[in-house]
């Protein structure tokens, strides 16, 4: 059974500082991995999805890696702003069976300090 | 503009009584998941479709029930057998067929036993 881990469990850091969020996964059978942001309270917004044969993923101040052999995923948030706090959440599609179901990771927690 | 509107944002459920949840999507989207959110943990899927009149219990499934009737509609009901119904659940759909498509996340509902 597929499971997802995320590293640390939470992250506080000053504004202006570039960060990383670390994800990890069991099996290697996937159709891609997602990352999302989620704000206290509310539904989960999509940031970037990196597809199986990516390497990685690019939008604005942020870069999502996947090295899938070895089960992992990087998010890179560039000059962090106070705007990023939020808790992000990697999810991968399994390629076993035809569910296209999302295994979710249970978050980093960001806080970025005026 | 397209998506996935849940529907109550906020429910509250007294002992022993059955309550529904809405989920409706105008994405054109086949498939379509519930997932639940515990404080601290990350989702878990309760039910999902991915056609008309078909669904399939996911991790965590006793004490709800689903139907898909139509593409766009995908309710929710959470029993009196659930005995920890307290929590957030989110609605999501992706398209079937296209690994390089991703989830697409409603704003969710929050659920409270009074």
């Known amino acids: 059974k597929q499971e997802v881990t995320q590293i640390p469990a939470a992250l506080s850091v000053p504004e202006g500082e570039n960060l990383v969020l670390n994800c990890s996964f069991t099996?290697?059978?996937?159709?891609?991995l997602q990352w999302f942001r989620q704000d206290p309270g509310k539904g989960l917004t999509s940031l970037l999805l990196?597809?199986?044969?990516?390497r990685e993923q690019t939008s604005g101040r942020l870069n999502a890696s996947l090295d899938k052999s070895s089960g992992r995923s990087t998010l890179y948030i560039a000059a962090s702003q106070p705007g990023d706090s939020a808790t992000y959440l990697c999810?991968?599609?399994?390629?076993?069976?035809?569910?296209?179901?999302?295994?979710f990771g249970s978050g980093t927690q960001l806080t970025v300090l005026p | 503009d397209g998506g996935i509107t849940q529907s109550p944002k906020y429910l509250f459920r007294k002992e022993g009584q059955n309550v529904t949840l809405s989920c409706e999507q105008n994405?054109?989207?086949?498939?379509m998941y519930w997932y639940r959110q515990d404080p601290g943990q990350g989702l878990r899927l309760i039910y999902y479709?991915?056609?008309?009149?078909?669904?399939q219990k996911g991790d965590i499934a006793e004490g709800y029930s689903v139907s898909r009737e139509k593409k766009e509609s995908f309710p929710l009901t959470v029993t009196s057998a659930q005995k920890n119904p307290t929590a957030f659940y989110l609605c999501?759909?992706?398209?079937?067929?296209?690994?390089?498509?991703?989830?697409?996340f409603g704003s969710g509902t929050r659920l409270t036993v009074v």
């Open positions: 999501a759909s992706t398209l079937i067929g296209a690994q390089d498509y991703g989830y697409t």
């Open positions: 099996d290697s059978a996937i159709y891609n």
């Open positions: 990196i597809q199986s044969s990516q």
């Open positions: 999810a991968v599609m399994g390629a076993r069976g035809s569910a296209r179901q999302l295994t």
């Open positions: 994405l054109n989207h086949d498939a």
């Open positions: 479709s991915q056609i008309v009149n078909d669904f």
